[in-house]
């Protein structure tokens, strides 16, 4: 399926970029140049999401794929208003949203070509193809990384789900004393050093490549079995008991391994309890869900119930919500993040 004509395109572009007239001059000052341009959902064409990073322009399509008029379209539009970008069409309407479209040689070579992107004055490694499918810095969850950077000068932070540690490079140049990053993939968390490397930190971040229900039990105290119902458990790091000041918990919507199940919409629970158990007392937990269909209040409802039956008090809470580049007409944006103080 393609895209229907190209030709009212440019006005939904250019009521976008109007309704950031306020945001991007002030993003630019605080040394900011990564964020969406066009969020196809809420502005007039569902699928369809364009994000500055740094100097790419990257053009993605979730639903149905753009014919060539409409990426000449698209192109020529932030040609004029932003001409140091470099445009990239990633076409993700396939099965599984992997990125269909070929590229030719030197469109390619520039989809591949390493680049930094600056947030709040912390430097990104970005590309715009890569061994994966999404972006490395997700856009949306600027607002949580910016609180975290007020949260963490002199904390302990653990960062959950960690892909490419964007919140805890984020710590890191905020100024925690400690920072650990825990991922089961390699390659997000070879991003995640580079992104450590490519800026000033007064302490260097952990990675420690393992499942997250493994890593967070044993910090939590509650342990890691090697072997479950007679069934030996792939290997896996061993860590001692820890809490943490600050915990980030960012998990996928959906994902299963020998370890445990993450599902969003039906077992919160089961991530939260001990992403709680690794957070000190008088210490803050910060919980995502990026699931649309989850209502805000029945989610809170959930943690504060799995709070108590772990003897656990939430003393506060707080939402943070996506900044004006990810606009929520109903207020209810996909990405909840909840601030907790527990």
């Not at 395109?9 to 250019?14: C, D, I």
């Not at 007679?230 to 391994?257: H, I, M, N, T, W």
């Not at 210490?283 to 990026?290: A, D, Q, R, S």
């Amino acid at each position: 399926m393609t895209s229907p004509s190209a030709l009212p395109l440019p006005p939904l572009l250019a009521a976008a970029l109007d309704a950031r007239s306020d945001l991007l001059p002030r993003l630019a000052a605080e040394q900011t140049d990564a964020y969406r341009l066009f969020h196809g959902t809420v502005e007039g064409m569902p699928g369809l999401t364009i994000d500055r990073y740094g100097n790419l322009l990257l053009v993605q399509t979730f639903h149905q794929s753009l014919d060539a008029a409409t990426q000449e379209a698209i192109a020529a539009f932030y040609q004029a208003h932003f001409p140091d970008l470099v445009p990239i069409y990633n076409d993700r309407s396939q099965g599984n949203s992997r990125i269909a479209n070929n590229l030719e040689a030197d469109e390619l070579a520039a989809a591949t070509q390493p680049r930094v992107a600056r947030e709040m004055g912390v430097s990104y490694a970005i590309q715009a193809r890569h061994g994966g499918q999404d972006p490395w810095l997700f856009l949306d969850l600027r607002a949580g990384r910016r609180r975290v950077m007020a949260e963490a000068a002199g904390k302990s932070v653990l960062n959950l789900f960690a892909y490419t540690c964007g919140v805890g490079t984020a710590a890191a140049v905020a100024g925690a004393r400690e920072v650990l990053n825990i991922d089961f993939a390699e390659s997000s968390l070879a991003v995640g050093k580079q992104n450590a490397r490519l800026n000033t930190l007064a302490t260097r971040p952990r990675f420690i490549k393992s499942d997250a229900f493994a890593a967070m039990r044993q910090l939590a105290g509650i342990g890691q079995p090697s072997v479950v119902r007679g069934r030996r458990l792939p290997p896996f790091p061993k860590l001692e008991p820890a809490q943490f000041d600050l915990v980030f918990l960012d998990p996928p919507r959906y994902a299963k391994s020998p370890f445990g199940v993450v599902d969003l919409i039906n077992d919160y629970s089961a991530l939260f309890k001990p992403a709680l158990l690794c957070t000190a007392e008088g210490g803050t937990l910060i919980c995502c869900n990026n699931v649309a269909q989850v209502e805000r209040d029945v989610w809170i409802d959930q943690l504060e119930r799995s709070a108590r039956k772990a003897g656990r008090s939430i003393r506060e809470i707080e939402w943070i919500t996506p900044e004006e580049d990810f606009p929520s007409p109903d207020g209810n944006p996909p990405l909840k993040i909840a601030l907790l103080r527990v």
